[in-house]
């Protein structure tokens, strides 16, 4: 291992390595997991040993014999179910996935210390079980890599360098009558479109923060031209402002990540979950391929966690139960992403028992959170779960019951500026859904003003703008406010009456944005539309953090700040008789 230090080019392809290699570990647990599902796939047969195979050959290039042997071993045991020789099993698959979680170890552990050392005695032990296992299926023995009817899978960057370190009997990683061995120049030579190549996260971010602070110049220059400048100018910056939008978009875009991994975790904890706890579930993902900010996807990834572990546990019944309950003994957990009124969400949906209101009274009364005589809601005692050290089981397993998580789950989204929702019915499953921005960086915003006050709404949260004509707006005995669209009857809000503050008398017309949530179409009504502009947002200070009607703040073309509006968080909280605090002029100062 010391000779590694002895060459600079060397240690960066250690480094690259255990970077890639994160890549191979999540497409050989992705393959394992749909192989159980369906054992005949040979596409995801080769997936998985693909991955294999590069982690060996690659880790043995750069002298990493722990980790290439013990995936030597692991690819061995591939071959045999590749060959036909070793049927697949939820056994096999089970050591399969074991081992992939060794190597995951050992990468993580050569990142923090390149002479750390693993024990993979066990695991091999296990491999070596199956090998010589009698159901095996009687083929005939395929020896080297000459099985590969089609193109071997490309390994990294750094197993280009010859292979110098290989070791301990194990097979060359290099192709026989390669075009490389018979003169030919490698097609990978030359560069390909849409080839990748890997960047820092600091650096993404710190360009994402630069074009933030940009775009705030931008939109000042714009304005003082607005003023001053001729005609020319003016076209100048405005050919600029487009160029710095369109710049704006691929920094953003290069933080996107699809979900996918996150996903693929959670399948994979509920298989153990359900496989300890002798459960049958099946998991339905949908929206793998949605993309969100790199920010968001570590910060929602915990949540997500909690609350599909807690499906898997505290949710779905046992297969005699679910039978008992006139059920398929097998139940369904259903996780998706997707959009709604410009916000990130997650449903996380259940066909199990439901949360038993009445059994967390009893508990909370117990724990002396609650009165256990006052009377309260069955959605005020299902959000008890949320307070710390809250558990409705009797006894902690190593799964759960010990109170922690459910609590860590809703202070995570709440540091998003997002919201946690629960709907459940004893008897027929829960359904949580998370909401949260879609990112901390750049949105498109519309500049309001209702009474003396200028506020900013995401673009994305309004289907449309209209003027307030006579006789649209009426005031309804049932419930308040109603502006009519198009023959439809519209709840309507005044946003000086939302937060407090005296209206504007001066104003000559109303304007009503429609705005639609999943739940209900609603009109916001202000005084005037100042203009749409790119909001750079800003994280609010300790003395806001408890408004959730405001993801943020920014600040205007005019150099003075504005907070970003959280509408369905505002009309909600409306609904619920919480009138809001004005903010004054000395409030938006500070």
């Known amino acids: 291992m010391s000779q590694l230090f002895d060459n600079s080019e060397m240690q960066q392809l250690v480094t690259t390595f255990l970077t890639e290699a994160d890549e191979f570990i999540e497409d050989m647990e992705a393959g394992l997991l749909a192989l159980e599902e369906n054992s005949a796939d040979k596409g995801l047969i080769d997936q998985v040993f693909r991955a294999a195979h590069s982690l060996k050959g690659s880790s043995m290039a750069v002298g990493l014999t722990q980790v290439g042997s013990f995936t030597h071993q692991l690819e061995a045991l591939l071959l045999e179910v590749k060959d036909g020789r070793l049927a697949i099993s939820p056994a096999v698959i089970g050591t399969l996935l074991k081992c992939n979680d060794h190597v995951k170890t050992m990468i993580e552990g050569l990142k923090k210390d390149l002479s750390a050392t693993f024990d993979s005695s066990v695991l091999i032990q296990d491999i070596n079980t199956f090998r010589s296992s009698k159901t095996k299926v009687e083929t005939p023995v395929t020896t080297g890599f000459g099985f590969f009817d089609e193109e071997p899978a490309a390994a990294p960057s750094m197993s280009a360098h010859n292979g110098e370190n290989e070791e301990d009997g194990a097979e060359s990683t290099h192709q026989p009558n390669t075009p490389e061995s018979n003169g030919a120049k490698p097609a990978s030579s030359s560069v390909r479109s849409g080839e990748q190549i890997k960047v820092s996260q600091e650096k ?21 031209l607005m003023q001053v400048a001729g005609s020319k100018l003016q076209g100048t910056v405005k050919q600029l402002y487009k160029i710095s939008k369109d710049v704006q978009d691929v920094s953003i875009s290069l933080r996107m990540l699809p979900v996918k991994p996150v996903f693929q975790k959670l399948k994979r904890i509920v298989r153990d979950v359900s496989a300890k706890l002798n459960k049958k579930v099946d998991l339905h993902l949908i929206g793998e391929d949605f993309e969100i900010d790199k920010s968001i996807l570590d910060m929602v990834s915990d949540p997500l966690v909690h609350i599909v572990r807690n499906a898997a546990d505290h949710g779905i019944e046992t297969p005699s139960d679910r039978r008992k309950a006139g059920k398929d003994p097998v139940g369904q957990i259903s996780l998706e992403a997707c959009h709604e009124n410009g916000r990130l969400v997650f449903y996380v949906i259940d066909d199990g028992q439901g949360i038993d209101a009445e059994r967390v009274r009893a508990k909370a009364a117990k724990l002396g959170l609650i009165d256990g005589k006052k009377e309260l809601s069955h959605d005020e005692l299902v959000n008890l779960i949320f307070h710390p050290g809250f558990s409705t089981k009797d006894q902690v397993t190593d799964i759960s019951g010990r109170g922690v998580g459910m609590d860590v789950v809703r202070n995570n989204i709440q540091k998003m500026s997002g919201e946690i929702e629960i709907k459940t019915e004893k008897g027929r499953g829960s359904m949580f859904k998370i909401t949260v921005p879609q990112t901390f960086s750049i949105i498109d915003g519309t500049v309001v003003q209702a009474a003396n006050q200028r506020y900013v709404i995401p673009l994305a949260d309004i289907l449309e703008s209209v003027r307030v004509s006579e006789g649209s707006l009426i005031q309804s005995s049932a419930i308040g406010q109603v502006f009519t669209l198009r023959g439809e009857k519209l709840p309507a809000f005044r946003l000086d009456e939302l ?24 009109a916001i009504i202000v005084d005037e539309i100042i203009g749409r502009q790119p909001i750079v947002i800003k994280n609010l200070g300790t003395e806001m953090q408890d408004y959730k009607e405001f993801s943020g703040s920014t600040i205007l073309g005019d150099g003075k700040p504005a907070l970003i509006i959280e509408l369905s968080t505002l009309i909600r909280r409306s609904g619920q008789k919480k009138k809001l605090p004005g903010l004054g002029k000395e409030r938006m100062s500070a």
């Open 204 to 224: 993404i971010d710190k360009l994402v923060n630069n074009i933030g602070e940009m775009a705030i110049l931008l939109t000042v220059l714009e304005e003082q």
């Open 499 to 522: 937060f407090e503050e005296t209206r504007n008398q001066g104003a000559q017309e109303q304007i009503a944005m429609i705005a639609k949530t999943r739940d209900d179409t609603f």
